[in-house]
């Protein structure tokens, strides 16, 4: 599967923005997808996951309440809705997907687990 993530910018602090992640293929439903970030000078990090189904969800402390991670199989679309922006959610965001051919409960933050990455996109938040 490829992942094309888009929708970064340049957002003022306590803004909102909305990534996208469209996936090629006919088994984007067969995919738990995740939302990471690399800050600058700092390690990747998981940010938002979601299952096959869109039944189960899982964010970072960072960013619970603020953001929402969603997905359309129909459109093999993932979105991640952030709300409230501060400075440091400065960040180039990438999506992944993670085959689930056993319907688990749990969306991985394990980077390792994560089969498919897309290029990134950049969200910088001006304070």
């Known amino acids: 599967v490829q992942l094309q993530a888009s929708g970064g910018g340049l957002v003022q602090a306590g803004g909102s923005r909305r990534l996208s992640c469209a996936a090629s293929?006919?088994?984007?439903?067969?995919?738990?997808m995740g939302w990471f970030r690399q800050a600058p000078g700092k390690e990747r990090e998981f940010v938002a996951g979601i299952s096959r189904s869109g039944g189960s969800t899982d964010y970072a402390d960072s960013v619970k309440g603020r953001f929402t991670i969603s997905r359309d199989n129909a459109k093999n679309t993932v979105y991640l809705q952030m709300n409230s922006l501060k400075a440091e959610d400065t960040a180039v965001y990438y999506c992944?997907?993670?085959?689930?051919?056993?319907?688990?409960?749990?969306?991985?933050?394990?980077?390792?687990?994560?089969?498919?990455w897309g290029q990134g996109t950049l969200v910088t938040v001006s304070s």
């Open positions: 293929g006919r088994t984007f439903s067969t995919y738990n």
């Open positions: 992944a997907a993670d085959e689930d051919l056993f319907f688990r409960t749990v969306v991985s933050r394990r980077q390792e687990e994560y089969d498919y």
